[in-house]
């Protein structure tokens, strides 16, 4: 069964500063997608990037990039110039490629504050 | 074009009652997911639909159902209420297999 661990509970960054967010994974399959979810107080999920296995080149969207270590299974989010309205919940999360299901299956969060 | 709409967005049941939670997809959204959100569970998958066939349904009771209907809206429903079941239930919906998720603003349900 596939698992996502995030192990930081809890971070803070300055604002304009940068950050990044850990989170690493277990699967035995060699294809599949990994998300970064963030969750504001109001509590709607949006999503921030997203990546697929099978490209090699790390996704980027303005502030927000990834550092994907396939082999290492690592899926780490980085945000640059970290803003306010960065304040939020973040989660990493996985789900299977060519599956009969778009079942996500989520990590346990990190509470990111940015501080001004 | 609209997002994911949840709705009722609040509600107080109490023990013992039933449940209906209502999600409207986003136009041309095939898929649709729950997932319930508890502060100790965390983000916990409980079913996906497409085309009105249940695809996957994660490790709930039986009291936890869902369904989907011809212009792809799905309710769940959620019978014989325990305090336990007090949680944000998140919708969410795709257009097929791999295609982004998006989720709604989530239901927030209280078991008294």
């Known amino acids: 069964a596939q698992t996502v661990t995030q192990s930081q509970p809890e971070m803070s960054v300055q604002e304009a500063e940068t950050v990044t967010l850990s989170c690493t994974y277990d699967t035995s399959e060699n294809n599949y997608y990994l998300f970064w979810y963030k969750q504001p107080p109001s509590r709607q999920m949006i999503l921030v990037i997203r990546q697929e296995a099978y490209k090699q080149q790390n996704a980027t969207e303005n502030r927000f990039s990834v550092n994907f270590q396939k082999a290492a299974k690592s899926f780490s989010l980085k945000i640059s110039d970290s803003q306010l309205g960065d304040t939020a919940m973040y989660f990493c999360?996985?789900?299977?490629?060519?599956?009969?299901?778009?079942?996500?299956?989520f990590g346990t969060g990190t509470l990111l504050a940015v501080q001004p | 074009k609209a997002g994911v709409t949840q709705t009722p967005r609040y509600l107080i049941k109490t023990r013992g009652q039933q449940v209906t939670l209502s999600c409207s997809p986003i136009s041309g959204h095939r898929s649709v997911s729950w997932y319930q959100q508890t502060p100790g569970q965390g983000l916990q998958f409980l079913f996906e639909?497409?085309?009105?066939?249940?695809?996957n349904k994660g490790n709930f009771p039986g009291r936890f159902s869902g369904r989907q209907f011809s212009n792809s809206r799905s309710e769940m429903n959620v019978s014989t209420l325990e305090l336990g079941d007090s949680a944000l239930y998140l919708c969410?919906?795709?257009?097929?297999?791999?295609?982004?998720?998006?989720f709604g603003e989530g239901s927030w349900l209280t078991v008294v």
């Open positions: 969410a919906s795709s257009l097929g297999l791999g295609n982004t998720i998006y």
């Open positions: 999360a996985f789900m299977n490629y060519g599956g009969a299901t778009n079942k996500l299956i």
């Open positions: 639909y497409f085309s009105e066939t249940q695809r």
